[in-house]
């Protein structure tokens, strides 16, 4: 029994020698560090406090640090965070950016001097957001006050009974298609960029998350479709978008806002010949070929992050001016006017209404420059005659 106890003295005596070994070797260690050059060790509790006042401290490599703060890496996140290109085996026409983490420095238009990733995000938080939609509220109140304060804009002169074909059935279905795709392209975007302001707090976070997944994917297909339906419109259209005579005196008396009546016009006046370049056709084609770059189907180009980015701050500011415009068209075309609506849907208008609001044009067709019933309308079919024998 005896024997036992012995080797626990052993094992006792062994660990005690041990430990005392090691406390003197920890109260030697910083007499030996200082009488050698320069730090040998790289353990964390031997850190000098005033590491930082070394000279050539802010030019260390990483490696350098590391001697005398074990643990800062610093010097090698300064240079990612600058947009140092690191090393990457992927092609740089498969993957231009594979060996950079974070965008070099730049300033776009109101932002500050950062990376272009934060760049980009304080244009989008700071701006496009908060001045976006604003921008389509002033709008939508604009157009409220002038219905209930003035109301829609009546004919005044008694209907005649006598039809007027205002539209082609080619030129509707153009344009219905081309509406059709702005309101899923407009919705989606508009529930994508705010709706987290005025929808999620309703829906909540799942739902919501569903919703603009859903959205998402409908804006990307509905965009080409917009983009074809445009140009159908655009050179549908184009003929009878010119300036011509009494546009200038239909601008200078506002469309008849200030004048109390509005001066004779022809087939489009020039609100809407405003509308049919600044939007259909300038913004239009700013807005689509920033959304084509955002899908990604531009053949050729390379899809960097910062084209990325700049494709979104163009297409941002872009679509919520055309929202803007296509607002107006678009209440002016329905709640504002009465009959434009009915134009638009069935294609056909009452010879005083073409008189009063489009005199110029109604004059061309009375004086036969302009048929008054331009597509060719169907033939009743005839019943077949039983054959006589």
């Not at 005033?50 to 030019?59: I, K, T």
């Not at 005398?68 to 690191?86: E, L, S």
């Not at 974070?102 to 995000?121: C, D």
């Not at 002169?157 to 539209?167: V, W």
Request: net charge positive; glycine share 10%.
């Amino acid at each position: 029994m005896g024997h036992p106890s012995r080797l626990l003295r052993a094992l006792l005596l062994t660990a005690c020698t041990a430990l005392l070994w090691s406390g003197v070797s920890a109260q030697t260690a910083p007499s030996v560090a200082a009488g050698s050059s320069g730090i040998q060790s790289a353990n964390i509790f031997e850190v000098k406090p005033d590491a930082n006042e070394a000279p050539g401290y802010a030019a260390q490599t990483n490696a350098e640090r590391a001697k005398v703060q074990p643990g800062n890496n610093a010097p090698m996140w300064r240079q990612v965070g600058a947009g140092v290109m690191g090393y990457s085996s992927l092609p740089k026409s498969q993957a231009p950016e594979a060996g950079n983490l974070i965008q070099p420095f730049v300033q776009y238009p109101g932002s500050r001097l950062t990376n272009a990733g934060e760049a980009w995000r304080e244009v989008r938080n700071n701006w496009l957001i908060p001045y976006g939609g604003s921008l389509l509220v002033i709008v939508i109140l604009a157009l409220a006050f002038v219905y209930f304060a003035k109301g829609p804009m009546k004919t005044t002169l008694p209907a005649t009974g006598r039809k007027i074909e205002r539209f082609t059935p080619f030129e509707r279905a153009a344009h219905w298609s081309n509406a059709i795709a702005f309101v899923a392209l407009a919705v989606s975007g508009v529930i994508i960029a705010y709706g987290k302001f005025f929808l999620l707090p309703v829906i909540g976070l799942t739902l919501f998350g569903w919703l603009t997944y859903a959205l998402k994917n409908l804006h990307n297909f509905a965009g080409p479709l917009f983009a074809v339906s445009m140009v159908v419109v655009f050179v549908t259209f184009l003929k009878d978008n010119w300036p011509e005579k009494g546009d200038l005196q239909w601008v200078l008396q506002g469309g008849g806002m200030l004048g109390g009546h509005a001066p004779p016009t022809h087939r489009f006046n020039p609100g809407s010949k405003a509308i049919f370049w600044g939007g259909v056709f300038f913004l239009g084609l700013i807005m689509i070929a920033s959304g084509f770059v955002m899908d990604k189907i531009v053949p050729g180009l390379i899809y960097e992050r910062g084209t990325m980015q700049i494709a979104h701050m163009v297409h941002g500011v872009s679509s919520v001016l055309i929202m803007a415009m296509f607002l107006a068209h678009a209440y002016l075309g329905s709640l504002g006017m009465d009959g434009a609506y009915e134009g638009m849907r069935h294609g056909y208008v009452d010879e005083a209404w073409a008189q009063e609001h489009h005199e110029y044009w109604y004059d061309d067709i009375k004086a036969g420059k302009i048929p008054a019933q331009r597509s060719v309308q169907a033939q009743p079919s005839v019943p077949s005659q039983p054959v006589q024998t």
